[in-house]
């Protein structure tokens, strides 16, 4: 089993940056990719950007590409995204999930996934 917790959301003015942070508890074995997907309301979970292990494979959604920077600490088991040039569309509640592999960065291919957190951007 694997806990994931999300921390950072809040409300920022556009063009603002935040940092969000998940911090992951369980089996190691469950973390080699971890990931943070949004979800905005009344849509479908979206993917935002996905980090391997090593941090050697990461990969962004084309919409926040040169925007947001996944990160990850396998020491203090944190995964986070650095949120700049922020955009009203960033606004969406923010997961962080693990799988223990790769592959299509949709939400049913992760196996684990936090309880989100808020994100809201003021034009």
């Known amino acids: 089993q694997v806990q994931l917790v999300e921390s950072g959301g809040g409300l920022v003015q556009a063009g603002g940056s935040l940092r969000l942070s998940c911090a992951a508890s369980?089996?190691?074995?469950?973390?080699?990719?971890m990931a943070w997907f949004r979800q905005a309301p009344g849509k479908e979970h979206e993917f935002v950007a996905d980090i391997s292990w090593s941090g050697g494979s990461i990969s962004y959604a084309d919409s926040v590409k040169g925007r947001f920077t996944i990160s990850r600490d396998n020491v203090k088991r944190t995964v986070s995204l650095q949120m700049n040039s922020l955009k009203p569309a960033d606004t969406a509640v923010y997961y962080c999930?693990?799988?223990?592999?790769?592959?299509?960065?949709?939400?049913?291919?992760?196996?684990?996934w936090g309880q989100g957190t808020q994100f809201t951007v003021s034009s």
């Open positions: 999930a693990v799988r223990n592999s790769g592959g299509p960065f949709s939400w049913d291919e992760y196996t684990y």
């Open positions: 369980g089996r190691t074995v469950s973390w080699y990719h």
